[in-house]
């Protein structure tokens, strides 16, 4: 069991943050918190005195693979580059504090290898849920990166192939 020491606490349920609080870890799970200035004797503390902690964050809307600016060039790049930017984006994010991921879509199912990697300890990350490839109409948004599909049976044919290859959710 190990202790975390800090300033404050925002525990996200609406109240007001908690000052100077211990927060006591069994395993991977938080057992208690309770006021505290000093943590009991022989644990393993964390001291984030100075700073303020706060529950996981979850991005409902990402995309591990894009970062901002020409997506269009983006989708040309080698797959096995994007996979790179991944890696790289989804340390960040973790470090951030974000948590949870929503990946709203990426080429070739890319996104399928970040949540296993994650999920086997190969890679750092927030856990992630993906959408695989999204779905748009036939010169849509995003329509270099997404499954361009036109009316109700292209949808359904879509979705079915997405939910087939193991999203999460679809986009």
């Not at 057992?31 to 979850?58: H, N, S």
């Not at 036939?138 to 192939?161: K, L, M, Q």
Request: charged share 30%; net charge negative; glycine share 14%.
């Amino acid at each position: 069991m190990g202790s975390i020491l800090c300033e404050g606490l925002i525990d996200g349920t609406g109240r007001a943050p908690l000052s100077d609080v211990l927060i006591e870890v069994e395993g991977e799970r938080i057992k208690a918190i309770r006021a505290g200035k000093e943590a009991p004797k022989g644990e393993e503390v964390i001291d984030l005195r100075g700073y303020v902690v706060l529950p996981g964050i979850v991005d409902c809307h990402d995309h591990l693979g894009i970062d901002a600016g020409d997506e269009v060039a983006q989708a040309k790049e080698p797959l096995a580059y994007t996979a790179i930017k991944g890696v790289r984006n989804a340390r960040q994010m973790l470090h951030a504090g974000i948590t949870t991921l929503r990946d709203c879509g990426e080429q070739d199912h890319v996104d399928f290898s970040w949540r296993r990697a994650i999920g086997e300890g190969l890679m750092e990350g927030p856990d992630v849920l993906v959408a695989g490839r999204f779905i748009t109409r036939t010169g849509g948004h995003g329509w270099f990166y997404g499954n361009e599909v036109d009316g109700p049976i292209g949808v359904r044919i879509a979705v079915r192939r997405e939910l087939k290859a193991g999203a999460d959710f679809i986009k």
